[in-house]
């Protein structure tokens, strides 16, 4: 198979989560198909609808999602980080950098919750990402015509929603 890992992120906006389902392929190419999209109510609506569901591709091999990062920036921050903890081997709360870094991913340890102070028993990892670095590889990778090794996949691009093209934009 083609596939190496199956991935999805999701936004965390104040009244839905936006996500997105990919899986990507072996090799420094990167290539990359959008599996779904779209926005979900809820934390356990994300868990039905991305953690514990699984994909068909064409031949009818089913695939799970391995790994969901979810922005932990916003209004529910707290709430992010505790279902990140709830299911910690398969989801990481991320958060966009202020400014460039040098490395497109940085790690930090949390070990309280914002705003109670109350402590996060194991603790828990969050990725801080260079949103720059990130937008730029996006772009170069939508200069990769559609079929070419490395290219960024959409599957049926009549499927996708408009807000998924604007959110890729932003």
């Known amino acids: 198979p083609r596939v190496a890992a199956i991935y999805a992120t999701v936004d965390t906006q104040k009244s839905d989560f936006?996500?997105?389902v990919r899986a990507f392929g072996y090799g420094q190419e990167m290539e990359s198909w959008k599996i779904a999209c779209g926005s979900l109510p809820s934390f356990e609506a994300l868990e039905e609808n991305i953690l514990f569901r699984t994909f068909q591709d064409a031949a009818e091999?089913?695939?799970s999602v391995d790994f969901t990062f979810i922005d932990s920036g916003g209004t529910k921050t707290a709430e992010v980080y505790k279902w990140a903890k709830e299911h910690r081997s398969r989801v990481m709360p991320i958060k966009g950098?202020?400014?460039a870094q040098r490395l497109p991913i940085n790690y930090t340890r949390l070990e309280k919750f914002p705003n109670s102070g109350k402590s996060i028993k194991g603790g828990l990892s969050l990725a801080i990402l260079d949103t720059k670095f990130f937008?730029?590889?996006l772009a170069e990778k939508m200069q990769i015509a559609s079929g070419d090794t490395g290219c960024f996949?959409?599957?049926r691009e009549s499927d996708v929603p408009q807000a998924y093209f604007d959110e890729m934009r932003a």
Request: proline content about 0%; overall charge neutral.
């Open 18 to 20: 936006r996500y997105v």
């Open 135 to 137: 937008k730029d590889l």
């Open 61 to 63: 091999n089913e695939y």
């Open 97 to 99: 950098a202020s400014n």
């Open 153 to 155: 996949n959409l599957c």
